[in-house]
T-cell receptor
Framework: GAVVSQHPSWVICKSGTSVKIECRSL??????MFWYRQFPKQSLMLMAT?????????EQGVEKDKFLINHASLTLSTLTVTSAHPEDSSFYIC???????????????FGDGTRLSIL | DQQVKQNSPSLSVQEGRISILNCDYT??????FLWYKKYPAEGPTFLIS?????DKNEDGRFTVFLNKSAKHLSLHIVPSQPGDSAVYFC???????????FGTGTRLTIIP
């Protein structure tokens, strides 16, 4: 149980293009989803938190107009990297939890990540 | 400001022996702690968690110990198996807020 699917697993694209990454909870309803970024040999850094049907909450230093998050249903959240540049190249990982923010402790379950390379 | 720290970037353990991974935190508001295992190019896999009302939680070969006064937690894996070789992250959250703060990870290598 608690499977999170992330797609695509690997993207290479030219600078200036926009890239959309999907995160789906396959066997549970995810009221809250999280988007992380991981640089090589570093920890996971939270980018934003989204609850279904409401606007995402972005961490300090994360440009909300650059990283558009949509959590339109209880099983799908998308992250769109707009006008991507080489410095946006990274490993992006989503996670999902069935617990509503502030209600209970629930482990986050992670997707397998998306390796984004901007040329 | 690294609120969750894993001071050992790597650890090597003989197969069959006990692996002990350590984690320290500074934020006294953290009350829920988790351990994740991660292979390269994959997302983290949840292993075990502990609430601050407990000092120990056990699940099969994995046991997590929490020392609140020392702001320290550890993960014990016994017996260690080759498949346990991975990077282990500890993470913490505060007050029912599921936002997690991750440590920097410890690479565990099990030697056959």
């Amino acid at each position: 149980g608690a499977v999170v699917s992330q797609h695509p697993s690997w993207v290479i694209c030219k600078s200036g293009t926009s890239v959309k990454i999907e995160c789906r909870s396959l066997d549970f309803q995810a009221t809250t989803m999280f988007w992380y970024r991981q640089f090589p040999k570093q920890s996971l850094m939270l980018m934003a938190t989204s609850n279904e049907g409401s606007k995402a909450t972005y961490e300090q230093g994360v440009e909300k107009d650059k990283f558009l998050i949509n959590h339109a249903s209880l099983t799908l959240s998308t992250l769109t990297v707009t006008s991507a540049h080489p410095e946006d190249s990274s490993f992006y990982i989503c996670s999902a939890t069935a617990g509503f923010l502030g209600y209970s402790n629930q482990p986050q379950h992670f997707g397998d990540g998306t390796r984004l390379s901007i040329l | 400001d690294q609120q969750v720290k894993q001071n050992s970037p790597s650890l090597s353990v003989q197969e069959g022996r006990i692996s002990i991974l350590n984690c320290d935190y500074t934020n006294s508001m953290f009350d829920y702690f988790l351990w994740y295992k991660k292979y390269p190019a994959e997302g983290p896999t949840f292993l075990i968690s502990i609430s601050s009302i407990k000092d120990k939680n056990e699940d099969g070969r994995f046991t997590v110990f929490l020392n609140k006064s020392a702001k320290h937690l550890s993960l014990h894996i016994v017996p260690s198996q080759p498949g346990d070789s991975a990077v282990y992250f500890c993470a913490a959250s505060a007050g029912g807020n599921e936002k997690l703060t991750f440590g920097t990870g410890t690479r565990l290598t099990i030697i056959p």
